[in-house]
């Protein structure tokens, strides 16, 4: 199942006043977020990268499922909305693909966060937040219950950006070099052996 998460290309490229080092530092800190999240919350992705594509300036992909995730899936699929499974599948991929905004908003408040998220009435078409909009809709929340389910998706993983914080400035900072990084090698840099000559002396992908 390839989903991308990720920053849309023509905000991204938004100069701002701040410069292309600093739009290409936030994407890599709105990926770091996805990514880091998936992570800790057992959502498994393929890669993570800032290398730039028709549609984003980054994106993270997550993994094809395993047999007990396609499950799920297949639930979801027939319009199972009560198995406990199924809610927290759909939960914790909407968590994810909020905590790349969040995690953009806390490294660089002045950057286009609002737009990945919908405040200020903004959101683009295909962004993040509309993502998020339509699975809180296929649930079944309306209104005020909808809002109130949002408010605490986003509240969820803005404390998991906060506790996990380290982690993605560290490969927020690491993909500035490497600018593409599977899932392997996130989770060497995160918790193993990782060797640093290839981040500032190896090849990086363009």
């Known amino acids: 199942m390839v989903v991308p ?77 009560d198995d406990a499974r199924v809610v927290q599948w759909v939960e914790h991929r909407l968590i994810v693909t909020l905590a790349g905004a969040i995690a953009q908003r806390r490294f660089s408040p002045c950057s286009d966060w609002k737009y990945g998220m919908g405040h200020d009435n903004i959101a683009m078409p295909g962004s993040d937040i509309q993502t998020v909009i339509g699975r809180i809709d296929e649930l079944g929340f309306r209104g005020k219950v909808a809002a109130t389910y949002r408010a605490y998706l986003e509240a969820q993983a803005e404390a998991l950006i906060i506790k996990h914080w380290p982690a993605i400035k560290k490969l927020a900072e690491t993909l500035l070099w490497r600018k593409i990084m599977d899932a392997d090698e996130v989770h060497q840099l995160l918790f193993g052996a990782y060797d640093d000559s290839d981040i500032f002396g190896g090849d990086t992908a363009e």
Not at 9 to 21: C, F, I, P, Q
Not at 62 to 68: E, W
Request: charged fraction near 20%; proline fraction near 3%; hydrophobic fraction near 45%.
């Open 5 to 81: 998460l990720g920053l849309p290309l023509s905000l991204a490229l938004l100069n701002n006043g701040k410069g292309k080092a600093m739009t290409i530092r936030a994407t890599a800190y709105h990926e770091a977020g996805h990514a880091v999240a998936a992570i800790y919350l057992n959502v498994s992705i393929e890669k993570v990268d800032i290398i730039g594509h028709e549609r984003a300036a980054g994106r993270v992909i997550y993994a094809d499922p395993d047999q007990a995730e396609q499950e799920i899936i297949d639930m979801w699929n027939a319009g199972d909305r």
